[in-house]
């Protein structure tokens, strides 16, 4: 069954991994890292987007609620639908933290984006 823009419901995250993400206005603002999966209610915790840096030297790891992008296929990757500014002051974390059991970075990363809480 496809989503709603006509994809395949299912999708490899080797595939996901390394996708550029951009902004409404087609700005290419980073790329997505990596997947956190809850392992405890079988959904996708975040998608974590890297920004800024060169070789992975200062950059920046924003988890995102997987349900805020959106793949645009004339672009081949993500759209996520906010400013560079807004993503700027999102939270952050090292990309070593983004796994520990912390539920105050998941709320916070959920409710900056808007997103609906998916564990309630």
Do not use: C
Request: no cysteine; proline share 6%.
């Amino acid at each position: 069954m496809p989503t709603p823009s006509g994809h395949t419901r299912a999708i490899l995250s080797s595939r996901v991994k390394g996708t550029s993400v951009y902004n409404t206005t087609g700005d290419k603002i980073g790329h997505v890292e990596d997947v956190v999966l809850d392992k405890m209610s079988n959904n996708i915790m975040f998608a974590v987007l890297g920004f800024g840096g060169i070789l992975g030297m200062g950059e920046k790891y924003h988890p995102v609620p997987w349900s805020v992008l959106d793949y645009n296929t004339d672009r081949g990757g993500y759209v996520v639908p906010m400013s560079q500014d807004v993503l700027e002051k999102a939270p952050t974390t090292r990309l070593e933290d983004i796994t520990r059991d912390d539920a105050d970075l998941r709320t916070r990363a959920y409710d900056y984006y808007n997103a609906p809480h998916y564990w309630e």
